[in-house]
C-alpha cells in the first residue's frame, strides 16, 4: 500500500465538525488486515535466483488449500477488513480455479490482483478474470535483453512475457509491471524505464533485491554496488521528472545502503495478512525463518483469533518487545526496528535492532556485504536456483555454508 | 471558484479505481493498483455522488440541501475535487 490516508482538507473538517461524519483514520492501536497477500501455491516454472519464497518451499508444494478452504479464508478476511487481495505465489496460475477465486473476491469487495509471471496466462483465462471481476495483473518482467531474463529465470520465457504484456493491455487492464532489481539488470535502468513505456505501463516497481529466501542465498551474486544502486535512482528520478510520461514508477530503496532500516510489512501484524499455501497464516512472507514461533493455520484456527490474539501476531506488534538501542531510540515509532527476520537471519538474535542501522550493534555485517559486493570471487560462485531439487538439498542441510558465513552466529 | 474545475463539469471515478463503502473500516475507500487512500467523511460525501452524470454544480446543490448549516462548503467541495483530480482519482466526462 502506498497511501494511508487523505490529508486533511478543508471539506472533511467541516463536515467532521458536524457530528455527520461516517469515517475515522486507522490508528496504530487500531490494527485491521487491509492487505491480504494469500500464496496460493509454491509451484513455480520459473526459477528465480532472488525469490523471496522459502528455500524449503518443498515442503508445501503437496498440502495446498482447497478452493473451498481459500474461499472460506476470503470471507473471513473480509470480515476482518481486508480490502486489497493479492493472488501470489509461486506461480497462481499453476492452479485451475484461480478463476474460482476471483469471482468470490469480487463478489466479496475486494480489489484483487493477480500476481504473475504470466506463464500460463491464456486469452481464455485472461477473459474469464475480466469476467468475473479481477481489477488488475502485476506481471514481473527481468530485463530488456532475453540473455539477462532467461538467464536469471533460468527458463527461456522472454518472448512470452512480451505477449502476455500485450494481452493483459488489450484487456483493458492496468499495466503493472514488477521488475525486480539486481546485479546483472540494474545498468540497464534506463532501457527497463524505456521498455516498460513501450509497453504502455502506467506503473511500474523497480524492486531492489531484498535478501531472505532464495535471495538471501544468492546474495554475493546477485548484490549490486553502492554506486550502481545510486546511479539506478538517478535514472528513475530523471525519467519521472520527465512531464511526457504517465508511467508512475516506485523505486523500493535497497535498504542495506540506507542508514536506517524499513518500516517492515508497515508494523508487525498492522495491515499485512499473509496466507501461504498450505494455510499458515503469517505477518510477513518469511516470518517462518523466525525460531520458536508457531504460525496459526486457516485449518484449525479461527482467523480473528489468529490476527487479534495469536501469540504470533502478537509477538512483535508496537515496540513492547524491543531491546537496546531500539528501546530507548527517539526514532524507533518510524520504523519499529526494522525487520524481525532480517536481525534473525544476520545476527542470529530476532529481537536485536536491524542490523541496516546504523545504531545497530552489528551495522559491520552490512558494510561487510556492501564491500563484498566489489568482489569479483565471490560473485563467480554459482546461483543457487529456485528449483524442487535445490529446495529438497536444502531441506537435506545442504548451502548451509552459503547463509551462515554472513551472519554472527557461532 | 477554481480556474480548472466548473461548475458545469462532469465527473466520475477513474478506470482502475474504485470507491467503495467500508463496513469494517466504518469509512469510504478508493481502492486502484496497489494501493488504497480511507476518505473522512467530507470526502466520501463528495465522491459519493461522482457519478458520470451529475455537474460540479448539481453536487455543490445536493450536499448544500443536506447540510445547511455548513459554512462555506462550496469552497471545501471545489477543493476536494482539485485534490481527487490532482491525484487522479476522477476523470472529466
Request: aromatic fraction near 8%; charge should be negative.
Amino acid at each position: 500500500m502506498t497511501q494511508n490516508s487523505l490529508g486533511e482538507s478543508a471539506v472533511q473538517k467541516a463536515v467532521q465538525s458536524q457530528q455527520v461524519n461516517n469515517g475515522v483514520l486507522a490508528s496504530a492501536t487500531q490494527t485491521q488486515p487491509l492487505w491480504l497477500l494469500a500464496e496460493i501455491t509454491y509451484r513455480c516454472p520459473l526459477h528465480c535466483a532472488f525469490c523471496y519464497n522459502p528455500t524449503d518451499y518443498d515442503k508445501h508444494t503437496q498440502n495446498e488449500l482447497s478452493t473451498e478452504q481459500w474461499i472460506q479464508t476470503l470471507r473471513d478476511a473480509r470480515r476482518l477488513g481486508a480490502i486489497q487481495l493479492g493472488i501470489s505465489g509461486g506461480e497462481p496460475l499453476l492452479r485451475d480455479d484461480i478463476e474460482d477465486i476471483v469471482i468470490e473476491a469480487k463478489k466479496l469487495g475486494y480489489y484483487s490482483n493477480l500476481i504473475t509471471s504470466g506463464v500460463g496466462l491464456t486469452e481464455k483465462r485472461i477473459q474469464a478474470f475480466k469476467e468475473g471481476g479481477l481489477d488488475h495483473i502485476q506481471l514481473s518482467m527481468h530485463d530488456i535483453t532475453e540473455e539477462i531474463n532467461n538467464f536469471i529465470t533460468n527458463t527461456k520465457t522472454f518472448e512470452l512475457k512480451k505477449k502476455v504484456a500485450a494481452m493483459i493491455k488489450n484487456h483493458g487492464y492496468p499495466m503493472v509491471l514488477n521488475v525486480v532489481i539486481h546485479r546483472y539488470n540494474i545498468g540497464h535502468m534506463k532501457e527497463i524505464l524505456e521498455m516498460a513505456e513501450a509497453l504502455g505501463a502506467d506503473y511500474i516497481e523497480l524492486a531492489n533485491t531484498q535478501y531472505y529466501g532464495w535471495s538471501l542465498v544468492n546474495r554475493s551474486q546477485l548484490m549490486p554496488t553502492k554506486e550502481q544502486v545510486e546511479e539506478a535512482e538517478r535514472i528513475a528520478n530523471a525519467h519521472r521528472a520527465n512531464t511526457n510520461s504517465k508511467m508512475k514508477i516506485f523505486f523500493v530503496v535497497p535498504d542495506y545502503f540506507a542508514e536506517r532500516p524499513k518500516k517492515c510489512m508497515n508494523g508487525w501484524g498492522e495491515v499485512f495478512m499473509i496466507v501461504t499455501a498450505n494455510g499458515d497464516v503469517l505477518p510477513c512472507h518469511s516470518a517462518r525463518v523466525l525460531p520458536n514461533m508457531k504460525f496459526p493455520n486457516v485449518k484449525d484456527s479461527d482467523l480473528g483469533w489468529t490476527w487479534k490474539d495469536s501469540p504470533a501476531f502478537n509477538q512483535y506488534r508496537g515496540d513492547a518487545w524491543m531491546k537496546e538501542p531500539c528501546r530507548s531510540c527517539s526514532e524507533k515509532a518510524n520504523d519499529l526496528g526494522g525487520c524481525r527476520c532480517q536481525s534473525f537471519l544476520l545476527t542470529g538474535d530476532a529481537e536485536a535492532a536491524d542490523p541496516v542501522c546504523t545504531k545497530s550493534p552489528h551495522r559491520h555485517l552490512i558494510d561487510q556485504a556492501i564491500e563484498d559486493a566489489k568482489n569479483p570471487q565471490l560473485q563467480a560462485q554459482p546461483i543457487v536456483f529456485r528449483n524442487d531439487k535445490n529446495s529438497k538439498k536444502i531441506i537435506e542441510g545442504e548451502f548451509q555454508e552459503r547463509l551462515t558465513e554472513f551472519h554472527a552466529l557461532p | 471558484m477554481s480556474d480548472n474545475i466548473q461548475h458545469s463539469d462532469v465527473y466520475a471515478i477513474a478506470p482502475h479505481h474504485r470507491f467503495q463503502w467500508e463496513e469494517a473500516q466504518q469509512c469510504y475507500v478508493i481502492l486502484f493498483p496497489e494501493g488504497m487512500v480511507k476518505l473522512n467523511g467530507g470526502a466520501g460525501e463528495v465522491l459519493k455522488r461522482v457519478n458520470g452524470s451529475a455537474s460540479v454544480a448539481e453536487i455543490i446543490a445536493d450536499i448544500k440541501a443536506t447540510f445547511p448549516d455548513v459554512p462555506n462548503i462550496e469552497a471545501d467541495i471545489m477543493g476536494m475535487f482539485e485534490l481527487a483530480l490532482g491525484k487522479q482519482w476522477l476523470v472529466k466526462r
